[in-house]
């Protein structure tokens, strides 16, 4: 199966993906969440980091694109649950797939039976290498990873991200420890030697929308 796994996020002029508050709400605009629609229209699966669904609790149902079908949610759990409550439980047209490790079996069985599938791993940490397994077992080719930057890295460490699109959005936050968005302790092995070739920019309005691959 040739199977594609893209990264889409927004970051500010200084690189940041979110705010000081940890959270990304009114830092894109209208044309960026109908850009990131199409994204998702152009997938089967779309990839939510756990964080991301707590803080900012996104909209992950397509409104800007007619007659798409919807992704269908995958969310990562290593360690206790998620609260019902979330849009991605509530809105999905698909009942989300949770991946989760032996030892929070129980607690996302508990918290979630009723609103997600749950594959539970024989380990106690989520190889992003079994994750896409498991996806391509299911059919799912065309994946699209929406962060947050945590998630980003743990895929993009293993060298399993084929596409970024990145929207450039006119803000500047300055403050040093925010995230990028790849967020982990170590640099990338190869990082001077893969280069990623661009493959589409184009503005709208404030912002530019950007598309890199590697070959
Ligand atoms: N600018 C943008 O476009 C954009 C997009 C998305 C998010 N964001 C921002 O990013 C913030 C959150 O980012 P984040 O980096 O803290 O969290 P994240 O990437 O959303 O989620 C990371 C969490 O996922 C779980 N996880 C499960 N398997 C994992 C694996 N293999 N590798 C890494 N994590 C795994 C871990 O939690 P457990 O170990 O507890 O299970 C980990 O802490 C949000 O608040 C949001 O504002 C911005």
Redesign the pocket.
């Known amino acids: 199966m040739n199977q594609t796994l893209a990264i889409n996020?927004?970051?500010t002029l200084d690189g940041k993906?979110?705010?000081p508050d940890?959270?990304?709400y009114g830092?894109?605009s209208k044309d960026d969440k109908i850009q990131m629609d199409v994204y998702r229209s152009e997938s089967d699966a779309l990839i939510v980091?756990?964080?991301?669904i707590i803080?900012?609790d996104p909209v992950i149902k397509i409104r800007y694109v007619e007659n798409a079908i919807n992704p269908r949610p995958i969310i990562?759990?290593?360690?206790?649950s998620l609260p019902r409550d979330k849009k991605i439980f509530e809105e999905s047209d698909h009942i989300p797939l949770v991946i989760c490790c032996k030892s929070n079996k129980k607690e996302v069985m508990k918290e979630l039976e009723n609103l997600a599938d749950i594959h539970a791993l024989d380990s106690d940490?989520?190889?992003?290498k079994k994750v896409l397994g498991i996806l391509s077992r299911q059919g799912y080719e065309r994946i699209l990873l929406?962060?947050?930057?945590?998630?980003?890295?743990?895929f993009l460490k293993q060298g399993l991200v084929n596409r970024i699109h990145i929207t450039l959005t006119p803000f500047i936050i300055g403050q040093r420890d925010l995230?990028s968005i790849a967020?982990g302790e170590l640099s990338m092995p190869d990082f001077e030697t893969s280069n990623w070739s661009l493959m589409n920019s184009k503005s709208v309005g404030n912002e530019i929308f950007l598309t890199y691959e590697i070959h």
């Open positions: 996020m927004a970051m993906v979110a705010r940890g959270k990304w830092m894109s980091g756990k964080n991301s803080n900012d990562l759990i290593r360690r206790g940490d989520i190889d992003p929406e962060g947050g930057p945590k998630l980003n890295y743990s995230p967020d």
